[in-house]
T-cell receptor, first 120, second 114 residues
Framework: GAVVSQHPSRVICKSGTSVKIECRSL??????MFWYRQFPKQSLMLMAT?????????EQGVEKDKFLINHASLTLSTLTVTSAHPEDSSFYIC????????????????FGPGTRLTVL | DAKTTQPNSMESNEEEPVHLPCNHS???????IHWYRQLPSQGPEYVIH???SNVNNRMASLAIAEDRKSSTLILHRATLRDAAVYYC???????????????FGKGTLLTVNP
């Protein structure tokens, strides 16, 4: 099946620094990727939709200047958490969509393994 | 977006069937029913999806009520590796990236006892 990787899997940083998380679709091209955030014992919350070659679409309440998303190629999207603070500590998960099925609905969304960010 | 309602948690014994229910009484005629699951400390994985007819794949079966207001994910023989949070999500066809969006509810935490 299709594989999505994330790097790094775990990162610890000091408050005020920036952290970049990479999301790659390894064996397919993804015109659309998504970034989610998950706090302990809570469900996934969509942060933004990343489209190759265009600006990301952010969900309400997500600061676009703090969470910079770049989707430079059909296999790579990056999320940069700028000036990270302890409240940004979370599990960040990306997903990628290979494309539309004939019915106009994506059959499957493939998720990465997640990146655990801890901000001290 | 139409909402889904799932029990917070369920328990099962290993090698027994598990029926995970999902209510979606406000489902529209074009909404697809998708199931994903998330194992501890991992990203979610796709399980199955359907529109009107029951569906089977290597992981599970999906039984959809005739009025489509509810569905049931069936794991035929639960294993310890099936312990996860199971999410029932409705997806509507649309234009652009909007039809890909998944809105995760709280899901059902499945515990499998040895």
């Amino acid at each position: 099946g299709a594989v999505v990787s994330q790097h790094p899997s775990r990162v610890i940083c000091k408050s005020g620094t920036s952290v970049k998380i990479e999301c790659r679709s390894l064996d397919f091209q993804a015109t659309t990727m998504f970034w989610y955030r998950q706090f302990p014992k809570q469900s996934l919350m969509l942060m933004a939709t990343s489209n190759e070659g265009s600006k990301a679409t952010y969900e309400q309440g997500v600061e676009k200047d703090k969470f910079l998303i770049n989707h430079a190629s059909l296999t790579l999207s990056t999320l940069t958490v700028t000036s990270a603070h302890p409240e940004d500590s979370s599990f960040y998960i990306c997903s990628a969509v290979p494309g539309l099925a004939e019915n106009g609905v994506a059959d499957t969304q493939y998720f990465g393994p997640g990146t655990r960010l801890t901000v001290l | 977006d139409a909402k889904t309602t799932q029990p917070n948690s369920m328990e099962s014994n290993e090698e027994e069937p598990v029926h995970l229910p999902c209510n979606h009484s406000t489902i529209s005629g074009t909404d697809y029913i998708h199931w994903y699951r998330q194992l501890p400390s991992q990203g979610p994985e796709y399980v199955i999806h359907g529109l009107t007819s029951n569906v089977n794949n290597r992981m599970a079966s999906l039984a959809i009520a005739e009025d489509r207001k509810s569905s049931t994910l069936i794991l035929h023989r639960a294993t310890l590796r099936d312990a996860a949070v199971y999410y029932c999500i409705l997806i509507s066809p649309g234009s652009g990236g909007s039809n890909y969006k998944l809105t995760f509810g709280k899901g059902t935490l499945l515990t499998v006892n040895p």
